[in-house]
């Protein structure tokens, strides 16, 4: 079982910056993989960035440039640094983990861009 716990929401002004905190309680070393995706209501659900055990990093290209994600893995802590934010970028943020083929998700954090 592993328990995620996102952080670092807020309200932050357009072109401002916020990094989100994802805490697993389980060793990183059982994780395979961790995803932060977002949600609006009413809208599909939107992933935003992923790393990899290994470190392998990958961002969509609605974020690249903007968003960069990395881990502490003695923290057990994966982080989103969300720079030039948007309007569009508010919405509500979650991490997944990916632990040997079973997925956790966090209770996700609130982002709210105005403009």
């Known amino acids: 079982q592993v328990q995620l716990v996102e952080s670092g929401g807020g309200l932050v002004q357009a072109g401002g910056s916020l990094t989100l905190s994802c805490a697993a309680s389980?060793?990183?070393?059982?994780?395979?993989?961790v995803t932060w995706y977002r949600q609006v209501p009413g809208k599909q659900r939107e992933l935003v960035a992923t790393?990899?055990?290994?470190?392998?990093?990958y961002v969509p290209d609605s974020v690249k440039g903007r968003f960069t994600i990395s881990k502490d893995n003695v923290k057990n802590t994966v982080y989103l640094q969300m720079n030039k934010l948007k309007p569009e970028d508010t919405a509500t943020y979650y991490c997944?983990?990916?632990?040997?083929?079973?997925?956790?998700w966090g209770q996700g954090t609130q982002v709210i861009v105005s403009s």
């Open positions: 389980a060793n990183s070393s059982s994780i395979n993989v």
């Open positions: 997944n983990a990916d632990q040997r083929g079973k997925i956790y």
């Open positions: 790393i990899t055990t290994a470190g392998i990093t």
